[in-house]
């Protein structure tokens, strides 16, 4: 088992001192999906959600959430994106969206943490526009696709993958 970098000797929480590494680009991808009811989707495809559009709202929310996640996971910190972008896949076969969050700065840590929080926060914000047509919505699935940059190098998600 790897050794947490969060935690001190005596199982204490701390941040991370990162002033030693090397500024490199990192970038990392994340996905997640959020599954409906039929009538739910069509709103969402057709645009017809009487809260606006659902997916243009949850576009900015994803971007906003990354953009401020040192904010909400205790021990990450303030960084300066480059770039952040939210896209989404309409999968009508399943009645699903899958969003996916591209995150990159030039830094001394990583951007994992803002990819998976601007997916959630994307998918969190469907959820809450459309919950008057389908209570009853899953989130699922929020994964790190990929990540490149920094001492530990690039990461690719393997479907079924096995936890170290």
Known sequence: MSELTHLDANGNAV???????????????????????????AMVAQRRAKK????????VAGIMAAKRTFETIPLCHPLALTKCTVEFTLLP???????RCTTRCDGRTGVEMEALNGVSAALLTVYDMCKAADRGMVISGI??????GGKSGNFV???????P
């Open 157 to 163: 998600f393997a479907a079924g993958q096995d936890t």
């Open 93 to 99: 076969g399943e009645n699903a969206i899958e969003a």
């Open 52 to 59: 606006g559009d659902v997916l243009g709202v949850a576009q």
């Open 15 to 41: 941040m991370v001192d990162v002033g030693e590494k090397q500024v490199t680009r990192r970038q990392a991808i994340a996905v997640g999906r959020i599954t409906m009811n039929a009538d739910c989707f």
């Open 143 to 148: 994964h790190l696709v990929e990540k490149s």
